[in-house]
């Protein structure tokens, strides 16, 4: 089953380190998308990325967080010197050009 | 910006009956429109889509159906059923590409 790969699938960090979440879409997609879930809310657009660009990164903070898609290997998302805040489910989908989003199973990350 | 807004964020239904949940949109633009299903701890699945050329679609019991004029959507269920509870969230996008954006999502529980 080549779905979109999360992982980790729980990460705990303490304040002021760095996490970093890597998604594998699925095969044959180009597209990449980051979506946060904070507690008790919906899922909230964070970037959206092709191969080596980053075509949409309005839902980023400003601060601390980045996302890439290299030529090879999964995207990463990266959040430094987390804060309490981030604590929330990541979720990556993926897609081919125009089509529906497949999600992967989510990040959770907790900032202790 | 929220541009897609569902407004409702929990509705309740007898198993058996019509379970109608509710989207609005804001940007013209969208062309694409797709519900996801959501469980705890996983990621959203596809459920259904339509685009704009349409006005329903239908899939079994899930019937999907467009009012551009509105920029108004929604997703009847009929017959609900108890595994038809989760959180179900509307999307939008465009057929041409670009990141898709998501309402708030709706708990659905349908009580057996």
């Known amino acids: 089953n080549a779905g979109v790969m999360q992982n980790p699938r729980h990460l705990v960090r303490r304040r002021g380190q760095e996490a970093r979440l890597r998604c594998s879409p699925m095969k044959g997609h180009s597209h990449v998308y980051w979506y946060r879930q904070l507690p008790e809310e919906g899922l909230k657009f964070m970037v959206y990325?092709?191969?080596?660009?980053?075509?949409?990164e309005s839902g980023m903070p400003k601060e601390r967080f980045s996302a890439e898609f290299p030529k090879e290997g999964p995207s990463i998302l990266r959040i430094q010197q987390v804060v309490r805040g981030d604590s929330a489910a990541y979720f990556c989908a993926s897609s081919s050009m125009g089509g529906e989003l497949f999600f992967g199973e989510g990040s959770r990350l907790t900032v202790l | 910006d929220q541009q897609v807004k569902q407004n409702s964020p929990s509705l309740s239904v007898q198993e058996g009956r019509i379970s109608i949940l509710n989207c609005d949109y804001t940007?013209?633009?969208?062309?694409?429109f797709l519900w996801y299903k959501k469980y705890p701890a996983e990621g959203p699945t596809f459920l259904i889509s339509?685009?704009?050329?349409?006005d329903k679609n239908e899939d079994g019991r899930f019937t999907v159906f467009l009012n551009k004029s509105a920029k108004h959507l929604s997703l009847h269920i009929v017959p609900s059923q108890p595994g038809d509870s989760a959180v179900y969230f509307c999307?939008?996008?465009?057929?041409?590409?670009?990141?898709?954006?998501f309402g708030a999502g709706t708990r659905l529980t349908v009580k057996p």
């Open positions: 940007n013209s633009m969208f062309d694409y």
């Open positions: 339509i685009s704009s050329i349409k």
């Open positions: 990325l092709q191969k080596e660009n980053i075509i949409d």
């Open positions: 999307a939008a996008n465009r057929v041409s590409g670009g990141d898709m954006r």
